[in-house]
């Protein structure tokens, strides 16, 4: 596949790892010596370790955090090629080492969770005349075909 920019492949691969039930994150990137970008890649969000200090809690008192990264090798590398002036996939590894989100639950991962400046925007409108959070998601919802549909939640709202 290739892409015009690693913003639209960024975009495109976090749809895709919404409908098979996944987050994605920005991982590493590389760049020229002129400074221009020419490296991309995009990990699964339980990709890595955690580090061995936060695997044991510093007080007794404290329980530690649950476990979120399962060392996942999911991922998909995308160059650029200045010749053709395209973003194009390099390498892309699909197999997951941890249970996957159900669809219907997908929206509740961090990189699925996105509200655009335009409904961010008509949603402080609405609270600034008056009407409740709950109110306004109910409106999202109406819109979109329900609330699994909106891509966002009310603690996003204003």
């Known amino acids: 596949m290739q892409f015009k ?49 936060k695997l044991q809690s510093m007080t007794p008192k404290r329980t530690p955090r649950q476990v979120t990264r399962f060392n996942c090798k999911v991922c998909i590398v995308v160059v650029f090629y200045s010749e053709a002036k395209l973003w194009t996939v390099k390498e892309f590894i699909g197999e997951h080492t941890h249970p996957l989100v159900p669809y219907r639950s997908s929206m509740f991962l961090r990189s699925h969770r996105n509200v655009s400046r335009e409904a961010l925007e008509f949603a402080t409108c609405l609270n600034d005349v008056g009407v409740r959070k709950c109110q306004v998601m109910g409106h999202f919802a109406h819109i979109a075909g329900g609330f699994l549909n909106v891509g966002f939640t009310k603690k996003k709202l204003v």
């Open 5 to 53: 920019t690693s913003d639209e492949a960024y975009t495109i691969y976090n749809e895709y790892a919404k409908s098979v039930g996944f987050g994605v994150r920005k991982d590493v990137y590389g760049i020229h010596p002129n400074g221009v970008a020419i490296k991309r890649r995009f990990v699964c969000s339980a990709e890595g370790e955690r580090h061995v200090d």
